[in-house]
């Protein structure tokens, strides 16, 4: 038993350092691939991305991220606590939801582990969340997020999103066309942004009507 518990402990601890040591690195470099991607490819599908750093891309796409996936990301630290306890309630009353994740826990899941797990998966998610608000910041949070996020079948971040679907990259965006892309966000294997209809058509209306709010409201204060 006591060797059992020798070995437990290094591999938490080697685990601890590598993860560490990778949150690190990915403060400075692009993220080259993430296990979605690598799913993507294994599937036959193609893997359409193009890094933009965060001061390029037009600030409406980052603002349509917030109005459509996280409304408080510049005031929380990882964990909307008050989006978290609505989950529950409505997971408790039966009722189907996204859930209570945030752009952060996002970001941690889709650059460090695979889609499903369960609560395993989300107790990593939960420790990945802690290190990247610590070590990197919200704005490096928010590249990450919009270069990484899956935007389509095999299309990975806003910029090749919005070649995909508009023909010109995401240096300019209108309202619109980035509200477009984050209503695609959720489920990207099954909506497009491109003569979006149903659900996906009115809910990129209605994040394209709070892209405004965000700004006025000062919501991407900690992203300027």
Not at 18 to 39: D, E, H, K, Q
Not at 114 to 125: L, N, P, T
Request: with cysteine; aromatic share 8%.
């Amino acid at each position: 038993m006591r060797r059992v518990f020798s070995v437990a402990v290094k591999a938490v601890i080697t685990f601890g350092l590598l993860s560490l040591l990778g949150v690190v690195i990915y403060r400075f470099i692009a993220p080259p691939v993430t296990f979605t991607m690598i799913g993507d490819a294994l599937g036959g599908h193609s893997i359409s991305k193009s890094w933009m750093p965060l001061s390029t891309i037009d600030p409406n796409m980052a603002r349509a991220a917030i109005a459509g996936e996280d409304s408080r990301f510049c005031q929380h630290h990882g964990f909307d606590i008050d989006a978290i306890e609505k989950a529950f309630r409505k997971n408790a009353q039966g009722k189907r939801i996204r859930g209570g994740s945030t752009i952060s826990q996002q970001t941690a899941k889709n650059v460090f582990l695979i889609q499903g797990g369960g609560y395993v998966r989300k107790a990593f998610e939960a420790y990945f969340t802690v290190l990247i608000e610590n070590i990197w910041g919200k704005r490096r949070i928010m590249e990450v997020y919009l270069n990484v996020a899956e935007t389509g079948i095999g299309t990975y971040g806003v910029n090749a999103a919005a070649l995909r679907y508009f023909g010109h990259d995401a240096s300019h965006l209108t309202p619109a066309e980035a509200g477009r892309i984050a209503a695609v966000l959720p489920l990207p294997k099954k909506r497009a942004a491109i003569a979006p209809s149903g659900f996906t058509r009115r809910h990129g209306n209605s994040i394209t009507r709070r892209v405004g709010v965000v700004r006025n409201g000062g919501l991407d204060a900690c992203l300027r």
